[in-house]
């Protein structure tokens, strides 16, 4: 199937996916009101086969280390697959099946499987690698920009993180885990059973995303949008704390984002 863009319905809620643009999700609108920022690096992206900044770009599997395109000086960020086109592999008038093969620069041969699901309330997130041939470390996880504001309400933000990754000054976590700290926050926080954060535009609407995974990243350090990304590890994690695919286990993670008006 083509890779343009698909409309999914569910209600009053509406979503755009772009496969063509790295399987992001472009908008999502509830009641009409659009609650991610707009722009062509915006939206919601998946970030794979990596999420976040890998130290100076380099990893190591075994003995072997590996580079990978300083995209974010002098790191490389949110792994390489929100830069490629991905295909459409089936299409409801509420879910979208996205496919990508992972290629250079990563060194290993993967399939990225991402299922978007959208509901009256909710939008729910599955991304899966595979691979056939050699095992390798991965992360996934989701890179949501959502508005600051809705309708003239600024979105407080809300959560109980069992500890927070120090960040050194190079934006990436020392391996000390401390009592988390006020913001803004361009930090990863520990949320053992699972990661759960509520946005709430007082008088207009509560979300909460949620996600079995343990960590979660939380950036509200730009004027115009808020990001809670929910990753299968820290930033770095290919260094610090890799999750292996082999041909009989692919790495899979789950989100949902659902929304209570106010």
Known sequence: MSNEPITLTAGDAEATVLPGNGGRIGGLRVGGTELLRQGERYGCFPMVPWCGRIRDGRFSDGAVVHRMPLNSPPHAIHGTARDAAWRTARVTANEAVLTYDLTDPWPYTGRVTQ?????????TL???????????????????????????AGVQIAFDPAWQEERGDDHLPTGNRVEPEPGPWDD???????VDVTLTWPGRLELKVTSPEQW???????????????????????????????PLEPLEATTAWRWTRL
């Open 115 to 123: 299922v978007i699901a959208l509901a009256e309330d909710a939008l």
């Open 126 to 152: 599955t991304m899966s690698v595979e691979t056939y041939e050699s095992s390798f470390p991965a992360q996934v996880g989701w890179h949501p920009w959502f508005n600051r504001t809705l309708d003239g």
């Open 188 to 194: 990863c926080f520990g949320m053992p059973d699972g």
């Open 216 to 246: 979660v990243v939380v950036y509200d350090e730009q004027e115009a949008a808020v990001c809670v990304e929910p990753q299968t590890g820290p930033p770095n994690g290919l260094n610090t704390l890799p999750r292996l695919v082999t």
